[in-house]
């Protein structure tokens, strides 16, 4: 898609950080994809997966058949398989998610065998917002070493509250360069 073919994003309150993150969240996840590298859905799929059927358990307790007295032992048993997976859930997400947005396949022109983890922050009150390229896999043999891009919010925004999305894309496209260009971690623990 050509940059004059793209429909603008819709402007946001600069004073809302969750907002600014959201749009620069999707537009990092885009720039990486339209890079070539496609989206990996595996991690995804799973916490929905685990989600529905945290859910399941508690539609079964709501629409059991029978009246109360019967069903102590099923609603027990939901209430306990509800808490149990809804804790499974958040520790996946804990565990395997952490601050990605996005995990990707590899390019399938490229030599490396590992996609890339995309994770992005944006602390409380600071207009610092932070993209981390890593490999997907880092225990990969062909993992790459994480490459970091740390700048103000202010240098993609404009006054209206637009996204400059041709800057912001070419910033990230330059720290994909980078990670493309970095050592693997082997050759890193081999020096």
């Keep these: 898609m050509k940059p004059q073919d793209q429909i603008p994003r819709q402007a946001v309150n600069l004073g809302d950080t969750a907002q600014i993150k959201r749009v620069l969240d999707e537009a990092a ?12 859905f595996n991690v ?3 916490k929905i ?7 399941s358990f508690a ?22 398989g509800y808490f149990v997976l809804n804790t499974l859930l958040q520790v996946f997400m804990m565990i395997f998610e952490r601050d990605v947005i996005i995990f990707t396949h590899p ?4 030599s490396s065998s590992t996609g890339i983890a995309v994770s992005t922050q ?9 993209i981390i390229l890593a490999s997907a896999d880092p225990k990969a043999s062909a993992a790459r070493s994480p490459v970091v891009l740390e700048r103000s919010i202010v240098d993609w925004f ?6 400059a999305d041709d800057i912001f894309k ?4 330059a720290l994909l360069k980078q990670f493309e260009s970095a050592d693997t971690l082997r050759e890193v623990k081999d020096r």
């Design 158 to 163: 404009y006054e209206d509250g637009h996204l």
């Design 170 to 173: 070419k910033d990230v496209a």
């Design 107 to 110: 390019r399938k022109d490229a």
């Design 29 to 40: 996840s885009e720039a990486i994809i339209d890079a070539g590298y496609p989206e990996e």
């Design 59 to 80: 539609l079964v307790a709501q629409f059991f058949p029978k009246n109360h007295p019967q069903t102590n032992t099923v609603q027990l048993l939901c209430v306990v």
């Design 49 to 55: 997966v685990l989600g529905l059927l945290t859910c």
């Design 122 to 130: 944006l602390p409380r009150f600071s207009d610092q917002y932070k």
């Design 44 to 46: 995804s799929n799973k």
